[in-house]
Protein backbone atom coordinates (compact mmCIF):
# COMPACT_ATOMS: atom_id res chain seq x y z
CA UNK A 1 0.00 0.00 0.00
CA UNK A 2 1.14 3.53 -0.42
CA UNK A 3 2.66 5.45 2.08
CA UNK A 4 0.87 8.90 2.17
CA UNK A 5 1.06 12.32 3.76
CA UNK A 6 -2.49 14.65 4.63
CA UNK A 7 -1.25 18.23 3.92
CA UNK A 8 -2.93 21.18 5.08
CA UNK A 9 -3.40 24.81 3.67
CA UNK A 10 -0.24 26.49 3.03
CA UNK A 11 1.09 28.64 5.25
CA UNK A 12 1.45 31.71 3.41
CA UNK A 13 -1.71 31.27 1.74
CA UNK A 14 -2.78 31.16 5.11
CA UNK A 15 -0.96 34.12 6.41
CA UNK A 16 -2.60 36.38 3.34
CA UNK A 17 -6.25 35.75 4.26
CA UNK A 18 -5.47 36.30 7.92
CA UNK A 19 -4.27 39.60 6.67
CA UNK A 20 -7.38 40.49 4.76
CA UNK A 21 -6.77 38.67 0.96
CA UNK A 22 -9.48 38.04 -1.01
CA UNK A 23 -10.90 34.73 -1.01
CA UNK A 24 -11.91 32.35 -4.16
CA UNK A 25 -14.69 34.71 -4.08
CA UNK A 26 -12.84 38.50 -4.24
CA UNK A 27 -14.34 38.66 -0.56
CA UNK A 28 -12.55 39.76 2.62
CA UNK A 29 -12.92 37.04 5.01
CA UNK A 30 -15.75 36.94 7.99
CA UNK A 31 -14.71 37.06 11.18
CA UNK A 32 -16.62 35.41 14.34
CA UNK A 33 -16.26 34.29 17.65
CA UNK A 34 -15.89 30.19 17.91
CA UNK A 35 -18.99 29.26 20.49
CA UNK A 36 -16.23 25.91 20.83
CA UNK A 37 -18.03 23.53 18.16
CA UNK A 38 -17.19 22.35 15.33
CA UNK A 39 -15.11 24.78 13.96
CA UNK A 40 -12.28 23.04 12.23
CA UNK A 41 -9.14 25.12 11.02
CA UNK A 42 -7.79 24.20 8.12
CA UNK A 43 -4.51 25.21 8.22
CA UNK A 44 -3.29 23.67 11.90
CA UNK A 45 -6.23 21.12 12.11
CA UNK A 46 -7.37 21.41 15.25
CA UNK A 47 -11.00 23.13 16.37
CA UNK A 48 -10.87 26.97 17.01
CA UNK A 49 -11.17 27.09 20.66
CA UNK A 50 -14.22 28.49 22.74
CA UNK A 51 -13.87 32.42 22.42
CA UNK A 52 -11.42 32.05 20.13
CA UNK A 53 -11.89 34.52 16.79
CA UNK A 54 -11.40 32.68 13.34
CA UNK A 55 -12.48 33.28 9.64
CA UNK A 56 -15.22 31.97 7.35
CA UNK A 57 -14.14 31.98 3.84
CA UNK A 58 -14.66 30.50 0.37
CA UNK A 59 -11.76 28.36 -0.84
CA UNK A 60 -11.42 27.04 -3.96
CA UNK A 61 -8.25 24.21 -3.61
CA UNK A 62 -7.43 24.11 -7.46
CA UNK A 63 -4.95 26.45 -9.08
CA UNK A 64 -7.08 27.43 -11.83
CA UNK A 65 -10.49 27.55 -12.74
CA UNK A 66 -12.53 24.90 -13.96
CA UNK A 67 -15.54 22.93 -14.51
CA UNK A 68 -14.11 20.50 -11.72
CA UNK A 69 -12.25 23.48 -9.28
CA UNK A 70 -15.01 23.42 -6.19
CA UNK A 71 -14.96 25.69 -4.17
CA UNK A 72 -16.54 26.11 -0.73
CA UNK A 73 -16.53 27.36 2.79
CA UNK A 74 -13.99 26.73 5.12
CA UNK A 75 -12.70 27.88 8.77
CA UNK A 76 -9.49 29.12 9.68
CA UNK A 77 -8.01 30.43 12.80
CA UNK A 78 -8.25 34.33 12.86
CA UNK A 79 -4.69 34.36 14.36
CA UNK A 80 -1.47 33.12 13.01
CA UNK A 81 -1.21 29.17 13.99
CA UNK A 82 1.42 26.61 13.16
CA UNK A 83 0.57 24.21 10.02
CA UNK A 84 -0.20 21.04 10.81
CA UNK A 85 2.79 19.08 10.02
CA UNK A 86 2.81 16.80 6.87
CA UNK A 87 2.63 13.47 8.24
CA UNK A 88 1.15 9.72 7.09
CA UNK A 89 -1.38 9.65 10.53
CA UNK A 90 -5.26 10.99 10.56
CA UNK A 91 -5.26 14.39 12.10
CA UNK A 92 -7.15 13.57 15.47
CA UNK A 93 -9.58 16.46 14.78
CA UNK A 94 -11.30 13.88 12.47
CA UNK A 95 -12.06 11.53 14.97
CA UNK A 96 -14.85 13.96 17.01
CA UNK A 97 -18.29 14.09 17.14
CA UNK A 98 -18.66 10.99 14.81
CA UNK A 99 -17.46 13.07 11.67
CA UNK A 100 -17.33 11.20 8.01
CA UNK A 101 -16.04 12.05 5.28
CA UNK A 102 -15.46 12.59 1.14
CA UNK A 103 -12.21 11.31 -0.42
CA UNK A 104 -11.71 11.39 -4.01
CA UNK A 105 -9.05 10.96 -6.17
CA UNK A 106 -8.10 13.52 -9.11
CA UNK A 107 -5.71 13.50 -11.87
CA UNK A 108 -2.56 15.60 -12.27
CA UNK A 109 -4.77 18.25 -14.36
CA UNK A 110 -6.68 18.41 -11.49
CA UNK A 111 -9.81 16.73 -12.71
CA UNK A 112 -12.06 14.61 -10.75
CA UNK A 113 -11.20 10.52 -10.97
CA UNK A 114 -15.02 8.85 -11.45
CA UNK A 115 -15.09 6.02 -9.38
CA UNK A 116 -12.56 7.24 -6.72
CA UNK A 117 -15.02 8.78 -4.54
CA UNK A 118 -15.92 7.54 -0.84
CA UNK A 119 -17.40 8.57 2.17
CA UNK A 120 -15.05 7.30 5.14
CA UNK A 121 -14.98 6.80 8.95
CA UNK A 122 -11.55 8.66 10.31
CA UNK A 123 -10.29 5.12 11.39
CA UNK A 124 -10.71 4.37 7.45
CA UNK A 125 -9.17 7.24 5.92
CA UNK A 126 -5.30 6.21 5.57
CA UNK A 127 -6.34 3.01 4.04
CA UNK A 128 -8.79 3.94 1.72
CA UNK A 129 -6.86 7.25 0.27
CA UNK A 130 -3.78 4.80 0.24
CA UNK A 131 -5.76 2.44 -1.93
CA UNK A 132 -7.09 5.86 -4.29
CA UNK A 133 -3.18 6.86 -4.48
CA UNK A 134 -2.09 3.09 -5.51
CA UNK A 135 -3.69 3.90 -9.14
CA UNK A 136 -0.34 5.56 -10.88
CA UNK A 137 -2.98 7.92 -12.90
CA UNK A 138 -4.27 9.42 -9.72
CA UNK A 139 -1.80 12.93 -8.28
CA UNK A 140 -3.59 13.04 -4.90
CA UNK A 141 -6.79 12.90 -3.24
CA UNK A 142 -8.84 15.62 -1.23
CA UNK A 143 -10.82 15.05 1.68
CA UNK A 144 -14.06 17.18 2.46
CA UNK A 145 -16.90 16.58 5.28
CA UNK A 146 -19.28 14.06 3.99
CA UNK A 147 -22.57 16.54 5.65
CA UNK A 148 -21.61 19.84 4.04
CA UNK A 149 -18.18 19.17 0.99
CA UNK A 150 -16.26 21.58 3.12
CA UNK A 151 -12.83 21.22 1.70
CA UNK A 152 -10.47 19.51 4.91
CA UNK A 153 -7.18 19.06 3.25
CA UNK A 154 -5.49 17.12 0.94
CA UNK A 155 -3.44 13.60 0.84
CA UNK A 156 -0.61 12.60 -1.07
CA UNK A 157 1.77 10.71 -1.45
CA UNK A 158 4.42 10.79 0.34
CA UNK A 159 8.46 11.10 -0.01
Known amino acids: MSAI ?8 EVRALQNGAPDANGQTPE ?4 DGDGVPCRHCQRDVGKGEAYLILN ?7 QPYAESGPIFIHAEPC ?20 LIKGYYAN ?13 EDMEKAAARILERSDIAYVHVRSALNNCYQLRIERAG
Open 59 to 65: YRPFPAL
Open 5 to 12: AFIALDTE
Open 31 to 34: RHIS
Open 82 to 101: ERYAATSETPDMFFKNGRRY
Open 110 to 122: DRIAYGTGTIVAP
